[in-house]
């Protein structure tokens, strides 16, 4: 149900900066998040700051060793671009697993990630970079792990006054990546799981590093250290697949809610795991 609101269109970060000052205003970027809560239910917002106009922080760029994407780049750009299609492959599945066309030319990865929703699809792959969240206020500018800054469902690490300006990772350059998902329909669904990995191999085969993400089955998108710690040093196996899944099956906490029940999700994240593993082993270079 939406109350009548106040409407701002600051053209530039520190006019965005200075009208979020204060605890009940609240960023708009693409809004296909923020106006279906509104329709359903009363938020503490009494005015929406509309920072979809700021091109500063609308970007993909290349740096020697890093990737960095503006809080405004939509999941269309991403799943355009390609310098992350050769860089960050998992990410462009992730965003366009969002969604229809329409959500994707509108959504953005700032807004994805300061959603927080535990089904974002776009956190996994992050998760597994090692991404660094950038925010700015009218104080200056600070940094927080990915990791950090998700706090909860819908909760995370901004102050009042913050903003995403962008988002950072280092280069995988050796490593296999990949993301899958399970809904409960083909199209623009909802995870009911969802899981991302990042593998690189010793010269001999075996797994020297492996990050694993998954989303939609606990408080927020996190990585699964017992897991990957089993499959370090191993070689690439469907045997040792199976043996991350059931890890994975026993160290997670989903929730039963209307897409799926607590125990299917943890059948689900298990099948996915031994999937996303499979995926990235063909990847590696």
Same mark, same amino acid.
């Given at each position: 149900m939406i109350d009548e609101l106040n409407y701002s269109l600051p053209s530039n970060l520190?006019? /965005? =900066?200075? %009208? &979020?000052q204060e605890i009940h205003r609240k960023p708009l970027a693409g809004a296909t998040d923020i106006i279906p809560r509104l329709r359903r239910t009363k938020l503490p917002i009494d005015t929406l700051v509309d920072i979809s106009r700021i091109r500063e922080i609308n970007f993909i760029r290349e740096h020697e060793t890093e990737i960095e994407i503006g809080a405004l780049t939509t999941h269309s750009e991403?799943?355009? +671009?390609?310098?992350?299609?050769?860089?960050? !492959?998992? &990410? &462009?599945?992730? +965003?366009? +697993?969002? @969604? #229809? %066309? %329409?959500t994707r030319n509108r959504g953005t990865l700032g807004g994805n990630i300061a959603n927080a929703s535990p089904a974002a699809d776009t956190l996994p792959p992050l998760l597994t970079f090692d991404a660094v969240v950038h925010l700015g206020s009218?104080?200056?500018?600070?940094?927080?792990?990915?990791?950090?800054?998700?706090?909860?469902?819908?909760?995370?690490?901004l102050a009042v006054g913050e903003l995403i300006e962008f988002i950072s990772f280092k280069k995988l350059n050796r490593y296999g990546l990949a =993301? *899958?998902?399970?809904?409960?329909?083909? @199209?623009? +669904? !909802?995870? *009911?799981a969802s899981a991302a990995v990042a593998i690189a191999l010793d010269d001999n085969g075996r797994i020297?590093?492996?990050?694993?993400?998954? @989303?939609? *089955? /606990?408080?927020?998108?996190? $990585? #699964?250290? $017992?897991?990957?710690?089993?499959l370090i040093g191993k070689p690439l196996t469907k045997t040792h697949f199976k043996k991350a899944g059931e890890i994975v099956y026993e160290d997670i906490s989903p929730i039963?809610?209307? $897409? /799926?029940?607590?125990? =299917?999700r943890r059948s689900v994240a298990a099948a996915l795991v031994m999937q996303v593993l499979s995926i990235a082993e063909g990847r590696l270079n």
């Amino acid at each position: 149900m939406i109350d009548e609101l106040n409407y701002s269109l600051p053209s530039n970060l520190n006019d /965005a =900066y200075s %009208q &979020l000052q204060e605890i009940h205003r609240k960023p708009l970027a693409g809004a296909t998040d923020i106006i279906p809560r509104l329709r359903r239910t009363k938020l503490p917002i009494d005015t929406l700051v509309d920072i979809s106009r700021i091109r500063e922080i609308n970007f993909i760029r290349e740096h020697e060793t890093e990737i960095e994407i503006g809080a405004l780049t939509t999941h269309s750009e991403i799943t355009d +671009s390609a310098l992350l299609q050769s860089t960050a !492959i998992s &990410l &462009l599945e992730a +965003s366009a +697993s969002i @969604g #229809c %066309q %329409q959500t994707r030319n509108r959504g953005t990865l700032g807004g994805n990630i300061a959603n927080a929703s535990p089904a974002a699809d776009t956190l996994p792959p992050l998760l597994t970079f090692d991404a660094v969240v950038h925010l700015g206020s009218l104080d200056g500018t600070r940094e927080m792990p990915l990791s950090k800054f998700l706090l909860g469902p819908g909760k995370t690490g901004l102050a009042v006054g913050e903003l995403i300006e962008f988002i950072s990772f280092k280069k995988l350059n050796r490593y296999g990546l990949a =993301y *899958v998902k399970s809904g409960k329909r083909n @199209g623009m +669904s !909802i995870a *009911v799981a969802s899981a991302a990995v990042a593998i690189a191999l010793d010269d001999n085969g075996r797994i020297e590093d492996i990050r694993l993400a998954l @989303g939609s *089955v /606990a408080s927020t998108a996190l $990585r #699964c250290p $017992r897991a990957e710690k089993i499959l370090i040093g191993k070689p690439l196996t469907k045997t040792h697949f199976k043996k991350a899944g059931e890890i994975v099956y026993e160290d997670i906490s989903p929730i039963d809610d209307v $897409r /799926a029940s607590a125990s =299917y999700r943890r059948s689900v994240a298990a099948a996915l795991v031994m999937q996303v593993l499979s995926i990235a082993e063909g990847r590696l270079n």
